[in-house]
């Protein structure tokens, strides 16, 4: 009977037996949750290489434990780009004729790699063959390239750059005026007319003066009272027409009139007026100097006539008109002014 209450009285760890048995049952409690927690990370693979070090006795290594970190993937690899367009033309497959019989004995194995050797350069010097040009091909190219460079549109061929630049920069503009002021003195813009390279219609507005018009001149300019009843302000206008003149070259007929009813100065450099340029009156038959008309021009070079009939002038008329003059000596007149500005 005392040895019974002699071992009901031990205590663990300075405590009573039956508090000793609870913090034992915590402990065991945390043992299950410890191994529960150490067979997951077994069967998702966290733990393969620490088991794998350690059953070869080197020891886990000394790392921060960052948790566990994700599998990186095996870079693809592509040899294709590596690849020249030569090596790329090989076909894959190669005649088995030329191919030697496998399984190779020792004697035999360095003849085949020879014999391997000189079959792949052979197939690669018969690509390179090919891909040169014969000499009927490279007449054709050649022909091909100065018919598209000697087109009427100038289209750049094989990367090159146009003869004289873009022809979408190319405008050709015409102004028509109205007289104000006393008895008609001032001239004022009433309408404005712009076209592009090939004759297509870009800007045609009828534009309505500052002051109030005295002479609608309607036998040259073609324009009537009732043409301005909706007319667009000359300021609005003004900023509209500069929008589209902007980095352009502008061509046109006696065209430095037309920037003084604009209030506009465009850079010399960018403006082509066909009325002051010898070629044209040289292929027209009129004298060098003489400040021909743009119905005298258009009639002697095209067999045209323009500006006829009691309504007046169209201004998109002239302004076609004197883009096609433009074309009549446009190679010519470029590389004079080329050659005097020195590019």
């Known amino acids: 009977m005392s040895g019974l209450l002699l071992n ?11 508090a000793g048995m609870r913090k034992e049952s915590v402990g065991n409690s945390k043992h299950q949750r410890f191994k529960k927690k150490r067979r997951f990370l077994e069967r998702k693979g966290f733990l393969h290489d620490k088991q794998i070090q350690c059953r070869q006795g080197q020891g886990p290594k000394q790392t921060l434990n960052r948790g566990p970190q994700p599998r990186k993937n095996r870079a693809k690899r592509n040899f294709k780009h590596n690849l020249s367009p030569l090596d790329c033309s090989v076909p894959k497959t190669i005649p088995s004729q030329s191919l030697p019989k496998w399984p190779l004995s020792k004697t035999n194995s360095a003849s085949a790699s020879t014999q391997f050797k000189t079959c792949s350069n052979s197939i690669q010097s018969k690509r390179c063959q090919d891909s040169i040009p ?17 087109g009427p549109t100038r289209s750049l061929v094989l990367g090159g750059k146009a003869p004289f630049g873009n022809p979408l920069k190319y405008l050709a503009m015409d102004c028509e005026m109205v007289g104000t002021g006393p008895k008609g003195r001032h001239s004022e813009l009433a309408r404005c007319s712009i076209v ?3 004759g297509d219609v870009v800007y045609d507005k ?36 500069l929008r589209i003149l902007a980095g ?3 061509v046109g007929h006696a065209i430095h009139n037309d920037f003084k009813a604009l209030c506009y100065s465009h850079p010399a450099c960018l403006t082509r007026d066909t009325s002051r340029i010898p070629l044209l009156n040289k292929k027209a038959g009129f ?25 007046g002038h169209s201004s998109v008329e002239d302004a076609k008109a004197t883009m096609e003059l433009y074309k009549v000596v446009e190679v010519e007149w ?7 500005s020195g590019h």
């Open 196 to 198: 592009s390279y090939n």
């Open 287 to 311: 004298p060098e100097k003489e400040a021909a008309s743009l119905k005298r021009l258009t009639k002697a070079i095209f067999n045209r006539d323009i500006q006829v009939g009691k309504k």
């Open 248 to 250: 352009k070259v502008v």
């Open 206 to 241: 009828y534009i309505m003066p500052t002051r109030p018009v005295t002479d609608f001149r309607t036998r040259w300019s073609g324009i009537r009272q009732q043409h301005l009843c909706s007319a667009t302000p000359f300021m609005q206008a003004k900023r509209e027409i």
């Open 134 to 150: 014969t000499s009927s091909q490279t007449t054709t190219i050649s022909a091909t390239s100065q018919s598209l460079v000697a």
């Open 334 to 340: 470029e590389r004079t002014l080329a050659s005097k």
């Open 8 to 18: 009901l009285d031990v205590s663990y760890n300075g405590e009573t037996s039956f």
